[in-house]
C-alpha cells in the first residue's frame, strides 16, 4: 500500500458496532418487546418472597375472619346469659313478694277488726302476731336480730345513736340500750343495729 493510501485510511473515521443483547430489545431497530413469560423469570429469592407475602396475607383474613367469628359467639353468650339472669330475678322478686302478701293480709284483717269493733286490744294483737310471722321468715331465710344489750360496743355491728355519762369504769363503752334492730345475713351485716351506749364520767 501506498503512502498517500495509508494516510487516507486512517483519516476516516473508525465504525463502532455495538450489539444490544438485553432480552426486552429487539435485535434489529432495538424497540422494547412485550414479555409476557416475565414472571417465570423473576429471581428464586422474589419469588420466595412473593408466595411469603401470599401466605401472610391469606392467614391475616382468615385471623381476621375468626376474630369476627368469636366475637359474634361472644355477643350472643352475652344476651343469653342477661336473658337467664333477667329470667333469675324476676323467679327471686316472685317469691319475695309471695312471702310478704300473707304478712300485708294479717295487718289488713287486724286494722280492719279495729276499725269495725273499735277494740285496739285486737289491732295490738293483730300487729304482734304478724310481726312475729315475719320474724320466723326471716329466720328461715338465715337472717338473724344482732343482740346488742349489755355488751361492749362493736363498730362492726352497732351504730352509736345516743351516748349516756356513768361513773362506774366497768359499764365503760357498754351498750345499754337498742334503739332500733340490727340484722345479718349469714356472716353479712345487713343493717347495724342503733344502741345507746354508757360513757366513762371524766
Do not use: C
Not at 58 to 87: C, M, V
Not at 142 to 164: H, Q, S
Amino acid at each position: 500500500m501506498s503512502k498517500k493510501e495509508k494516510n487516507k485510511t486512517s483519516n476516516e473515521d473508525p465504525k463502532i458496532v455495538v450489539n444490544d443483547r438485553r432480552h426486552w430489545v429487539d435485535a434489529d431497530d432495538g424497540a422494547l418487546i412485550e414479555d409476557e413469560n416475565l414472571d417465570e423469570r423473576y429471581p428464586s429469592v422474589v419469588e420466595k418472597l412473593k408466595q411469603e407475602s401470599e401466605e401472610k396475607d391469606k392467614r391475616l383474613r382468615e385471623y381476621i375472619t375468626a376474630y369476627k367469628n368469636k366475637s359474634a359467639e361472644n355477643d350472643e353468650f352475652r344476651i343469653r346469659l342477661q336473658k337467664e339472669n333477667d329470667s333469675r330475678l324476676e323467679q327471686i322478686k316472685a317469691n319475695f313478694f309471695q312471702k310478704i302478701i300473707p304478712f300485708v293480709n294479717n295487718l289488713k284483717r287486724a286494722t280492719d277488726s279495729a276499725n269495725s269493733s273499735h277494740d285496739f286490744d285486737k289491732l295490738k294483737q293483730g300487729i304482734d302476731m304478724t310481726h312475729a310471722q315475719f320474724m320466723h321468715e326471716l329466720k328461715d331465710q338465715g337472717v338473724t336480730t344482732i343482740e346488742a344489750k349489755g355488751r361492749a360496743f362493736d363498730p362492726n355491728t352497732d351504730e352509736a345513736f345516743l351516748t349516756m355519762e356513768t361513773e362506774d369504769p366497768a359499764q365503760d363503752n357498754i351498750v345499754i340500750e337498742e334503739l332500733e334492730p340490727g340484722f345479718m345475713l349469714n356472716d353479712k351485716l345487713l343493717k347495724a343495729v342503733k344502741v345507746k351506749v354508757a360513757k366513762l364520767k371524766n
